[in-house]
């Protein structure tokens, strides 16, 4: 794996952390809100001894140049200890035909370590090791390059290293919406 920055800040932008602001929306209207805004669905994995996934929907591309991505992680999860110890993750993004595995890496009863994988196909990335899961549309490996916490949660920031597509050009993507998975269709360009 590359060698990472030790840069893992605990503070916010230029503008400082909102501190002292109070707010009357509740997490329940937050996610109710959220819950609006349709995502695609991927699991974050770390490799070696700190082995594990989890699925997530708080996911984006940050920039280009340098490329990195961003993460939302709970303080809470398992796989925040993995990131912070791993110093990077792997990104499988989902097919439309992984609910099965979105639910499995979401599932709080899971057992932990490699067992958690069971009947899972899967390899490792070459840059991290990080398990990539076979049948994604797509993938990517970071090198953790920053952490921004906020609220309950860290943003870290990942450069990529390495990233790809699966053999399906044509598949449709896992989307959640309304607390429910579907599936997205590609539609016509853009531009
Ligand atoms: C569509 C979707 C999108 C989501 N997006 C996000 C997201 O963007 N960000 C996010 O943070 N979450 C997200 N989640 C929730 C997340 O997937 C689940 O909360 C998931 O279970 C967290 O995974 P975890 O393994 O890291 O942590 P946990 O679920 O907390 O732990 C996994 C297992 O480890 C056990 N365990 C925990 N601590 C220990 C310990 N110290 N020793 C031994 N065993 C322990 C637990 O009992 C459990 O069996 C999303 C869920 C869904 C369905």
Same mark, same amino acid.
């Given at each position: 794996?590359?060698?990472?920055?030790?840069?893992?800040?605990?503070?916010?932008?230029?503008?400082?952390?909102?501190?002292?602001?109070?707010?009357?929306?509740?997490?329940?209207?937050?996610?109710?809100?959220?819950?609006?805004?349709?995502?695609?669905?991927?699991?974050?994995?770390?490799?070696?001894?700190?082995? +594990?996934?989890?699925?997530?929907?708080?996911?984006?591309?940050?920039?280009?140049?340098?490329?990195?991505?961003?993460?939302?992680?709970?303080?809470?999860?398992?796989?925040?200890?993995?990131?912070?110890?791993?110093?990077?993750?792997?990104?499988?993004?989902?097919?439309?035909?992984?609910?099965?595995?979105?639910?499995?890496?979401?599932?709080?009863?899971?057992?932990?370590?490699?067992?958690?994988?069971?009947?899972?196909?899967?390899?490792?990335?070459? +840059?991290?090791?990080?398990?990539?899961?076979?049948?994604?549309?797509?993938?990517?490996?970071?090198?953790?390059?920053?952490?921004?916490?906020?609220?309950?949660?860290?943003?870290?920031?990942?450069?990529?290293?390495?990233?790809?597509?699966?053999?399906?050009?044509?598949? +449709?993507?896992?989307?959640?919406?309304?607390?429910?998975?579907?599936?997205?269709?590609?539609?016509?360009?853009?531009?």
């Amino acid at each position: 794996m590359n060698p990472v920055s030790d840069r893992i800040s605990t503070g916010s932008v230029a503008a400082g952390p909102a501190t002292g602001l109070r707010t009357p929306v509740s997490a329940e209207a937050l996610r109710e809100v959220m819950a609006q805004f349709a995502t695609g669905v991927v699991v974050i994995t770390v490799g070696g001894e700190h082995i +594990h996934a989890m699925t997530a929907n708080a996911f984006s591309s940050v920039s280009l140049d340098p490329p990195t991505v961003l993460c939302s992680v709970a303080h809470s999860a398992v796989m925040h200890r993995a990131i912070t110890a791993g110093r990077g993750f792997g990104v499988s993004i989902l097919a439309d035909g992984q609910e099965p595995l979105a639910r499995r890496f979401a599932d709080k009863k899971r057992t932990l370590g490699r067992a958690q994988f069971d009947g899972v196909d899967w390899r490792p990335g070459e +840059h991290t090791g990080a398990p990539l899961l076979s049948g994604a549309l797509a993938w990517l490996e970071c090198a953790l390059d920053a952490g921004l916490d906020s609220g309950d949660h860290t943003v870290f920031v990942g450069r990529v290293l390495g990233a790809g597509r699966g053999t399906d050009r044509d598949g +449709h993507g896992l989307l959640f919406f309304g607390g429910r998975f579907g599936s997205a269709p590609r539609g016509a360009v853009a531009h």
